[in-house]
Nanobody, 126 residues
Framework: QVQLVESGGGLVQAGDSLRLSCAASGRPVSQYTMGWFRQTPGKEREFVSGINWNGGRTDYADAVKGRFTVSRDNTKNMVYLQMNGLKPEDTAVYYC???????????????????WGQGTQVTVSS
């Protein structure tokens, strides 16, 4: 079993930055793709960004390209999402997830990820 805990969310103004962190425990996640997703009430959870096991491959949703940066520190079992130029439409609960299968790809489907954190709220005011 893997436990994931997100942190770093909060209330900010448009244009501000936040850095989300995801701490994994229970088992090392260094060999696995990690993803960030977000969800707003009444909508399906959507892919935001992901990073493969060694950081050699990353992917971003079109809505966040150029503003968000995903990274990881396998020595600390941590994954990060640096969010710059935040917009009100970025308001959501952000979730960290791990794809518990050896892969070099970065899937964008929720169903491809097996373990999830509880989420952290990000609210961006205009």
């Amino acid at each position: 079993q893997v436990q994931l805990v997100e942190s770093g969310g909060g209330l900010v103004q448009a244009g501000d930055s936040l850095r989300l962190s995801c701490a994994a425990s229970g088992r090392p996640v260094s060999q696995y793709t990690m993803g960030w997703f977000r969800q707003t009430p009444g909508k399906e959870r959507e892919f935001v960004s992901g990073i493969n096991w060694n950081g050699g491959r990353t992917d971003y949703a079109d809505a966040v390209k150029g503003r968000f940066t995903v990274s990881r520190d396998n020595t600390k079992n941590m994954v990060y999402l640096q969010m710059n130029g935040l917009k009100p439409e970025d308001t959501a609960v952000y979730y960290c997830a791990v794809r518990w299968r050896l892969s070099v790809t970065v899937p964008i489907l929720v169903s491809e990820y097996q373990y999830w954190g509880q989420g952290t709220q990000v609210t961006v005011s205009s």
